[in-house]
């Protein structure tokens, strides 16, 4: 089966930090970018972080830069997403999915990805 997997997900404080990985299943990362994006309860699915197929160029959403740091590894088919000073707000399910660029953040251009994951929760408390 074709897919990325998402893991790493939990309950935090705010202020603490989780490191989520995506792996994927059946294929090789190796071209393609990959994104992450957040589902927050009642609210649309967005993109807050993409890195290119060489590793080489990220983007952030404006939430989440300074305190977010997307990565891969290749060699491992895996991609991260490390989150530092976690807030309330950061709160959702987060997917990972794959593309052939990396496109704007934001709910529109998730069309564009493709191989979604199940998504792993994120609960940061006050």
């Known amino acids: 089966q074709v897919q990325l997997v998402e893991s790493g997900g939990g309950l935090v404080q705010a202020g603490g930090s989780l490191r989520l990985s995506c792996a994927a299943s059946?294929?090789?990362?190796?071209?393609?970018?990959i994104g992450w994006f957040r589902q927050a309860p009642g609210k649309e699915r967005t993109g807050i972080a993409c890195i290119s197929i060489n590793g080489r160029s990220t983007e952030y959403t404006d939430s989440v830069k300074g305190r977010f740091t997307i990565s891969r590894d290749n060699a491992k088919n895996t991609v991260y997403l490390q989150m530092n000073r976690l807030e309330p707000l950061d709160t959702g399910v987060y997917y990972c999915?794959?593309?052939?660029?990396?496109?704007?953040?934001?709910?529109?251009?998730?069309?564009?990805?493709?191989?979604w994951g199940q998504g792993t929760q994120v609960t940061v408390s006050s």
């Open positions: 999915a794959a593309a052939q660029v990396c496109h704007s953040m934001g709910t529109a251009t998730t069309v564009l990805y493709n191989y």
């Open positions: 059946g294929f090789t990362l190796d071209g393609r970018a």
